[in-house]
């Protein structure tokens, strides 16, 4: 079974404002984090909102295999990467996804495909780093 989607041409950024606030709202607002391009969001503790921190836990983010589906009440999913890290996925682009997968392969599991896809965005903002929001609690 393929396991790696870095061929795919459907993965594409994010929506940056759909995705902040669904994040905020799924941390009750409490989370100070910051979102990637391609949706990942970095949770991080105050006090470690640092270039040598972020960039780290990117760095690291690049060798990470494993993941964690989770759907959310809203229809959209979060996939989780690392305690502090998962990729925002919009419902619409989790059907275009699994659309995707399902012309080539009948047999992969929806969430499969969903996490799959997660963790190849994750893996592009892992090498660009580009960060396009940051939400801090309290502003």
């Not at 396991?3 to 709202?25: C, F, N, Q, Y």
């Not at 989370?31 to 040598?52: C, D, Q, R, S, Y």
């Not at 964690?68 to 919009?90: E, Q, Y």
């Not at 994750?122 to 502003?139: E, I």
Request: net charge negative; aromatic share 8%.
């Amino acid at each position: 079974m393929e396991t790696s989607l870095s061929h795919w041409k459907i993965l594409k950024p994010t929506d940056v404002g759909m995705a902040g606030e669904a994040v905020s709202r799924y941390t009750d607002h409490e989370a100070l984090f910051v979102l990637f391009e391609n949706g990942t969001a970095l949770l991080l503790k105050p006090g470690m909102e640092t270039k040598e921190v972020i960039d780290g836990a990117m760095e690291e983010l690049s060798f990470k295999r494993d993941f964690r589906v989770m759907p959310m009440k809203d229809g959209h999913f979060t996939v989780w990467l690392a305690n502090p890290v998962c990729v925002f996925i919009s419902k619409d682009e989790a059907k275009e996804i699994v659309a995707y997968v399902r012309s080539s392969d009948r047999e992969m599991p929806e969430d499969m495909a969903i996490g799959i896809a997660g963790r190849e965005k994750a893996h592009r903002d892992a090498n660009s780093k580009k960060q396009v929001f940051r939400f801090q609690p309290g502003t």
